[in-house]
């Protein structure tokens, strides 16, 4: 994996206002979202699979390159997130070479492999200065994908929304400090800025957040869907892979929705995630996750005012640390 004065260099050429990714989201983030979220200051990040047919990637990469090339020109002082793209290196994912054509082309700082080996991704992205992070579920995987050669972790643990991990988050990052000493980005169930400051004093450079930034105004999640966010808890969730095939954290109310039961939901499908396929008669088209953080959203809101409660939440965690650490010097 890259080392560590490697990774410090690529994200002091990179500054952050929070250790945040608004992670990939299949059917919500696009670029947008991904826009905001740099110009806010954290890391804007969306899954290829969401832009289908193939030219319609091409499209939302130009947007996300040339927004971000004209923000930077508008406002040089101000600090720009990098931005990261999430492709699926799953077997039956057909259109995989195509993304990664794009991808070399358009040159994401960031490139997130999910639901396979990261090896496919890693010249390419390589080859361009860029830094591969593997997704991945537990301590198993987080091994191969290190023995691989990637550059860091994006650690999708217990609490999570959409395809869900078991491990508690605290303790998957302290096991993968053992072994790793790359960027370990943690996932699951944070949805404020102290479980963000909780998470990195665990010892991840990142937290992945990605049900809080499901109803904003950026978003391209339907407005019903939103509300079932506000709406609902962690109550009302059920984890469970009939619907895609991978254990994924779903609402229950859309699965009623939908016509299925959350009590008896269907066998296991066979993995399908090719790109290729278009989003029409998918019943995971109107069927919606949601982490175990669903119950801190309140209201619909523009991306930079979500930042903003994160970045006073994240002060009042490190101000609270401070104090008990000037006690325990004190008390020495």
């Not at 990637?150 to 609490?159: E, I, M, N, T, Y």
């Amino acid at each position: 994996m890259m080392k560590t004065d490697t990774v410090t260099s690529f994200f002091n050429r990179t500054p952050l206002r929070l250790p945040v990714v608004a992670a990939p989201m299949f059917l919500v983030s696009g670029p947008e979202l991904v826009l905001e979220a740099c110009k806010a200051g954290i890391v804007g990040a969306f899954p290829t699979p969401n832009a289908r047919p193939i030219e319609t990637l091409e499209s939302w990469l130009l947007t996300i390159t040339e927004g971000l090339r004209a923000h930077r020109q508008a406002h040089p002082d101000a600090i720009v997130g990098p931005w990261a793209a999430n492709v699926v290196t799953h077997s039956s994912n057909a259109r995989l070479s195509q993304d990664l054509a794009l991808i070399e082309k358009h040159q994401p700082p960031i490139v997130i492999t999910a639901l396979g080996s990261p090896k496919p991704a890693l010249e390419v992205v390589h080859g361009y200065g860029g830094i591969v992070l593997a997704d991945v579920v537990n301590l198993r995987l987080a091994k191969k994908a290190a023995d691989a050669g990637v550059d860091g972790l994006a650690c999708v643990s217990a609490g999570a929304g959409g395809h869900t991990g078991w491990m508690s988050p605290f303790a998957f990052v302290r096991a993968l400090r053992e072994f790793v000493d790359g960027i370990v980005v943690i996932g699951g169930g944070i949805a404020d800025g102290y479980s963000v400051a909780g998470a990195t004093m665990a010892g991840a450079d990142l937290v992945y957040m990605g049900t809080r930034f499901i109803p904003t105004q950026e978003s391209m999640a339907s407005p019903a869907y939103k509300q079932m966010l506000i709406d609902s808890t962690a109550e009302d969730l059920v984890i469970s892979s009939g619907i895609t095939g991978t254990p994924a954290s779903w609402l229950k109310p859309s699965l009623r929705a939908a016509g299925l039961d959350p009590d008896d939901l269907p066998p296991t499908p066979p993995r399908n995630y090719d790109s290729n396929r278009s989003f029409t008669q998918r019943k995971w088209v109107d069927t919606w996750t949601a982490g175990q953080g669903v119950g801190a959203i309140k209201r619909i809101s523009p991306v930079a005012a979500v930042v903003d409660e994160l970045e006073r939440e994240y002060g009042e965690a490190t101000r609270q640390w401070r104090r008990f650490g000037q006690r325990a010097a004190e008390t020495a």
